[in-house]
């Protein structure tokens, strides 16, 4: 997996490509961070910001925020919630899926989203 910063940097880039308003200035001012601090995460010379910081840049780029949160090895504050309310299930359900294959991880979200409860 890439790192927090490329992913960010790549990102901004490919979509530049289409839209000169995905330049580093232009993109940090709209984030509400200066342009030299976007350019630092970017390649990877700072821990990555803040939650408020990064679910901003997630929005802003068209990135999943609970990715580029867990990229940035981070939990949201909303997974917390979620995770809180019933710690023992959902941190036995992570480990069993820990070594599980993508397609069966995948298999669950969609009996979970797909069911009536």
Request: glycine share 2%.
């Amino acid at each position: 997996m890439k790192h927090f910063g490329r992913t960010i940097r790549d990102k901004r880039e490919q979509l530049k490509l289409s839209d000169r308003a995905f330049s580093l200035r232009q993109v940090a001012t709209r984030v509400g961070i200066e342009p030299a601090y976007l350019s630092k995460i970017e390649r990877c010379e700072v821990k990555p910001p803040s939650e408020a910081t990064i679910v901003q840049l997630a929005q802003e780029l068209e990135i999943d925020k609970d990715v580029l949160l867990a990229m940035a090895g981070k939990v949201s504050s909303e997974l917390q919630e979620v995770i809180r309310k019933r710690p023992q299930l959902f941190a036995n359900l992570i480990l069993q899926l820990k070594e599980a294959p993508d397609n069966a991880i995948l298999q669950v979200v969609r009996e979970v989203r797909d069911s009536n409860w």
